[in-house]
C-alpha cells in the first residue's frame, strides 16, 4: 500500500453534510501526501455530489487539527503535495475552490499549514483549547499555503503581522474578538456546533447558496482570479527561502529537537 492510499483522511456522510477527519493524530494530523490526496478526493466527492450541501473538516484526536506540513517528511525529502492534482494546493484544499460550504472544527492547535487549512474554509467553529498561528518563521519557513496574503485580509493588519512576524499563536477567544472565527464551544461540544450549523446551511437552496459562496469569494470556473497574482508572489517568495541554508536547518533542527541556528542564506 503506497503513501497515497494509506488511510489517513476519514469521511463519514450525515445526512446532507460530508465529515471529513484528518486521521493522523499520531503526527499531530500534519500534512503528507496522503492527506493531500485523500482530502483533495473527498472535496471533489462533495463538491460534485448533489446530496451533499456542506462538508464540516476536523482532526482526529483532542489536541490538534491540523500542525501545518508534516516536517519531518519534507527533511526526508518526501513530496506533500498530492501527484493526482497539484492544483489542489497544500493539503488538497487551500486552492482547491469548491463551491460547497466548508466549515472547520477546529478540535485543538491549527498551526502553521493548519491554521492555512482554517483560513481557507468559510466557517470556523473552534474548541476552547484551539489555538491559530502561523509559526513558519520559527522554522526557517513561510506561510506559503496562502497564510501571507489570506491572515492579513482576515484579520487587521498590524495583528497579522504580528503573528506572522512573531510566530506566535492566538488563542480561540481572541480568534474569536477579531472575528477571525464564528464560535468558540467548550470541546465536548464542537462536533455538535459545526454540524448544527451545518445544517441550517443544508437546510437552504443548495444552488443559492453555492452561488452565493462563489460570489462572495469571486470563484469563477473553479478559480479564484483575485488571489492568482497573491500566488505568484508567495511561490517566488517561497522558492527563495525554501532554496535556503536556513530552510534546511529549521526543519532539520525540528526533527532533531534543538534550536535553529539561522545563517540568513
Known amino acids: ?9 476519514r469521511s463519514e456522510r450525515r445526512d446532507n453534510v460530508l465529515l471529513i477527519t484528518i486521521d493522523r493524530p499520531e503526527a ?24 451533499i ?7 482526529a484526536g483532542d489536541k490538534s487539527f491540523s500542525a501545518g506540513a508534516d516536517l519531518k517528511a519534507i527533511f526526508r525529502g518526501e513530496d506533500i503535495f498530492s ?11 487551500v486552492q482547491h475552490h469548491v463551491s460547497v460550504p466548508v466549515i472547520a472544527a477546529v478540535n485543538g492547535a491549527a498551526l502553521g499549514g493548519g491554521c492555512e487549512i482554517a483560513l481557507t474554509c468559510d466557517l470556523v467553529v473552534a474548541a476552547e483549547h484551539a489555538i491559530f498561528g502561523l509559526p513558519e518563521v520559527k522554522r526557517g519557513l513561510v506561510a506559503a499555503a496562502g497564510g501571507a ?3 492579513p485580509a482576515q ?14 499563536p492566538i488563542t480561540a477567544q481572541r480568534a474569536l474578538d477579531l472575528h477571525l472565527i464564528n464560535r468558540v464551544v467548550p470541546a465536548e461540544e464542537l462536533l455538535d456546533a459545526a454540524l448544527e450549523l451545518a445544517a441550517v446551511i443544508a437546510a437552504n437552496a443548495p444552488l443559492a447558496v453555492q452561488a452565493s459562496k462563489r460570489i462572495a469569494l469571486g470563484i469563477s470556473d473553479g478559480a479564484r482570479p483575485a488571489e492568482e497574482d497573491r500566488w505568484k508572489v508567495s511561490d517566488t517568495e517561497m522558492i527563495t ?19 535553529p541556528v539561522w545563517r540568513a542564506r
Open 83 to 93: 501527484p493526482e492534482n497539484r492544483q489542489w494546493g497544500f493539503a488538497g484544499l
Open 241 to 259: 527561502v525554501m532554496t535556503s541554508e536556513d530552510a534546511m536547518e529549521g526543519p532539520r533542527a525540528f526533527a532533531e529537537k534543538r534550536e
Open 1 to 9: 500500500m503506497t503513501d497515497i492510499d494509506t488511510p489517513v483522511v
Open 53 to 59: 450541501r456542506v462538508v464540516v473538516l476536523t482532526g
Open 149 to 151: 496574503f489570506r491572515l
Open 28 to 51: 499531530r494530523n500534519s500534512v503528507n501526501c496522503g492527506v493531500s490526496t485523500q482530502l483533495g478526493r473527498a472535496l471533489h466527492e462533495a463538491d460534485t455530489d448533489p446530496e
Open 155 to 168: 484579520l487587521p493588519h498590524r495583528v497579522a503581522m504580528e503573528m506572522m512576524l512573531t510566530g506566535e
